[in-house]
Antibody, heavy 120, light 111 residues
């Protein structure tokens, strides 16, 4: 069974750094991209970017480029999303998703989400 | 405001049929496949439709997808109260680098 298990909820202050993680199991981790998606409370889904775990090549949404960093450690089947300086507006649920690309790409499997709260 | 336009809400009675539209342009839907996601309250999104009209294993045939030009449509027949959820379309936005975009989402209410 394919599973993406994310790290637990975080409460941080503005300006602090943070890394959240997503561990894949039940499939070949290096074969599929991992995407990260944000959902601000009460709002819709926003794509932050993706990583190819085989070589750590990344694509970012222009809206998030430079504010977040996506990385992967294929030795432990884990992708990560990190911030060096959090803002209150980063408060959201963050999902990782396995991106399957055949004729086209789509987000087949999703993690359970990590709640990030940034407040002074 | 997303580049993909969806109606904020739709509603219908149990057993009825509903459609949800997703409108884009030649930079996104017009030249790429569309997928659809269901998000039940308090849960992670789930893939419903991929490559415009294909259903993943386990998704009932009450759910269907189509695409024409720069618009896509999700159809749900035999509505059940358990279908109450938010529905999102998604596709690539063609640019210098790949950029995935979602619609704003549509809240389905089963009356």
């Amino acid at each position: 069974e394919v599973q993406l298990v994310q790290s637990g909820a975080e409460v941080k202050k503005p300006g602090e750094s943070l890394r959240i993680s997503c561990m894949g199991s039940g499939y070949s981790f290096t074969t599929y991209w991992i995407s990260w998606v944000r959902q601000v409370p009460g709002k819709g889904l926003e794509w932050l970017g993706r990583i190819d775990p085989s070589d750590s090549y990344t694509n970012y949404s222009p809206s998030f480029q430079g504010h977040v960093t996506i990385s992967a450690d294929k030795s432990i089947n884990t992708a990560s999303l990190q911030w060096t300086s959090l803002r209150a507006s980063d408060t959201a649920i963050y999902y990782c998703a396995r991106q399957v690309c055949g004729g086209d790409c789509y987000l087949l499997n999703w993690g359970q989400g990590t709640v990030v709260t940034v407040s002074s | 405001q997303s580049v993909l336009t969806q109606p904020p809400s739709v509603s219908a009675a149990p057993g009825q049929k509903v459609t949800i539209s997703c409108s884009g342009n030649s930079s996104n839907i017009g030249n790429n496949f569309v997928s659809w996601y269901q998000q039940l309250p308090g849960t992670a999104p789930k893939l419903l439709i991929y490559e415009n009209d294909k259903r993943p294993s386990g998704i009932p045939d009450r759910f269907s997808g189509s695409k024409s030009g720069t618009s896509a449509t999700l159809g749900i027949t035999g509505l059940q109260t358990g279908d109450e959820a938010d529905y999102y379309c998604g596709t690539w936005e063609s640019s210098l680098s790949p950029n995935w975009v979602f619609g704003d989402g549509t809240k389905l209410t089963v009356l």
